[in-house]
């Protein structure tokens, strides 16, 4: 199985502030690849796949990079409803296989 | 408007039964591959089960194959998982979700997320 490990686990930022969340896989997942905002209590939301497509409605300041084992999201000016937890995931393979997540946190 | 909605979540005791149902509109349902994903209580998303527009291919997450059996049924637009020999570490909220893709060589795209349905196992 894949193996998707995400960095930082905590991310305290100020609205505003422009912030990068890595993703690693334990092999090429080649550009498959998708994001997740998840808000407590809430269903996972689809931000990013294909690594770098911007899902319908998600706002531009969301952004995707990278390709084979390392990727990123960027969110380029945080608002406050983006302090939430962000997951990645592959599909490449079968498992899909999550990420553990990060939660990005008010500083 | 796409929806899924979830529902036969509960508490059950280890070693039961539950059958959980997703009723899906708002979109045709057949032309899209489904998957059900779960969430232990203040953790991480784990994929459970795929199933293909027609039904034919599926595919299990080793932590509950032999034990969960996904099947759907396109006449009713409903996706279901019957959860067998539940232990507890299968306590979760599932969360029944499209594959958002239309063509086969496109990117996957899970866009859309039902609300999500809770089910606890005691001992």
């Known amino acids: 199985e894949i193996v998707m490990t995400q960095s930082p686990a905590t991310l305290s930022v100020s609205p505003g502030e422009r912030v990068t969340l890595s993703c690693r896989a334990s092999?090429?997942?080649?550009?498959?690849l998708a994001w997740y905002q998840q808000n407590p209590g809430q269903a996972p939301r689809l931000l990013i796949y294909g690594a770098s497509n911007r899902a319908t409605d998600i706002p531009a300041r969301f952004s995707g990079s990278g390709s084979g084992t390392e990727f990123s999201l960027t969110i380029s000016s945080l608002q406050s409803e983006d302090f939430a937890v962000y997951f990645c995931?592959?599909?490449?393979?079968?498992?899909?296989?999550f990420g553990g997540g990060t939660k990005v946190e008010i500083k | 408007e796409v929806q899924l909605v979830e529902s036969g979540g509960g508490l059950v005791q280890s070693g039961g039964s539950l059958r959980l149902s997703c009723a899906a509109s708002g979109f045709t349902f057949s032309g899209h591959e489904m998957i059900w994903v779960r969430q232990a209580p203040g953790k991480g998303l784990e994929w459970v089960s795929y199933?293909?527009?027609?039904?034919?291919?599926?595919y299990y997450a080793d932590s509950v194959r032999g034990r969960f059996s996904i099947s759907r049924d396109n006449a009713r637009t409903s996706l279901y998982l019957q959860l067998n020999s539940l232990e507890v570490e299968d306590t979760a909220v599932y969360y029944c979700v499209r594959d958002g893709r239309t063509e086969r060589g496109s990117y996957r795209r899970f866009d859309f997320w039902g609300q999500g349905t809770l089910v606890t196992v005691s001992s």
């Open positions: 199933i293909s527009g027609s039904g034919s291919d599926i």
């Open positions: 995931q592959q599909h490449q393979k079968w498992p899909l296989t």
């Open positions: 092999q090429s997942v080649a550009t498959n």
